[in-house]
């Protein structure tokens, strides 16, 4: 059986998205799981402690595998934590991104989109090394982040034709 991956959303859909999502918790947890590469529970459980901003990090504490973990924050992301905690379950955050994305998008979309987005996003448009964005998306092996990379035929055009 083929693995099956999730579709990917671009910067700028990603944008159309928060734009036109009322509630900031919601529009800072939909940018947490892009612009962090976090998993809905990890974007649930961050609470204003986990945050340095002096330092620029995030601290994820007991993510999957009971696992610690400190991260960048993204500058898009910065001027948004003052609306931590997100105070919603992980349920209702993931019917709630599902919901916008077929409004807005028009795509049937779930929350760890975003993670696979966050992820290509960094290789692709920002051009980070895999071993960079391994790190940021806290996998331990290479192959788990190579996995998540999505190449859209788009950007091999560009990237043939420049």
Same mark, same amino acid.
């Given at each position: 059986?083929a693995l099956r991956?999730?579709e990917?959303?671009?910067?700028?859909e990603l944008?159309?998205?928060?734009q036109?999502?009322?509630?900031p918790?919601?529009?800072?947890a939909f940018?947490?799981?892009f612009?962090?590469?976090?998993?809905?529970?990890?974007?649930?459980n961050?609470?204003?402690e986990n945050v @340095?901003k002096q330092?620029k990090?995030?601290?994820?504490?007991?993510?999957?595998?009971?696992? @610690?973990?400190?991260?960048?924050?993204a500058?898009?992301?910065?001027?948004m934590?003052?609306?931590l905690?997100?105070?919603c379950?992980?349920?209702?955050?993931?019917?709630k991104?599902?919901?916008?994305?077929?409004k807005?998008l028009?795509?049937?979309?779930?929350?760890h989109c975003?993670?696979h987005?966050?992820?290509t996003y960094?290789?692709?448009?920002k051009?980070?090394?895999?071993?960079?964005?391994q790190?940021?998306?806290?996998h331990s092996?290479?192959a788990?982040?190579?996995?998540y990379?999505?190449?859209?035929?788009e950007d091999?055009?560009?990237?043939m034709?420049?």
């Amino acid at each position: 059986m083929a693995l099956r991956l999730p579709e990917v959303i671009t910067q700028e859909e990603l944008h159309k998205l928060v734009q036109a999502t009322k509630k900031p918790h919601h529009r800072l947890a939909f940018m947490l799981g892009f612009f962090e590469c976090m998993r809905v529970s990890e974007v649930v459980n961050l609470k204003p402690e986990n945050v @340095d901003k002096q330092l620029k990090l995030l601290r994820i504490v007991q993510g999957k595998g009971g696992k @610690d973990a400190v991260i960048p924050i993204a500058p898009e992301v910065m001027k948004m934590l003052k609306h931590l905690p997100v105070g919603c379950k992980v349920r209702a955050l993931q019917i709630k991104f599902k919901e916008n994305a077929k409004k807005v998008l028009g795509k049937d979309l779930h929350f760890h989109c975003l993670r696979h987005s966050g992820i290509t996003y960094y290789i692709v448009a920002k051009r980070w090394s895999t071993l960079e964005v391994q790190r940021l998306a806290r996998h331990s092996k290479v192959a788990t982040t190579q996995i998540y990379t999505h190449i859209r035929p788009e950007d091999l055009v560009a990237r043939m034709w420049s």
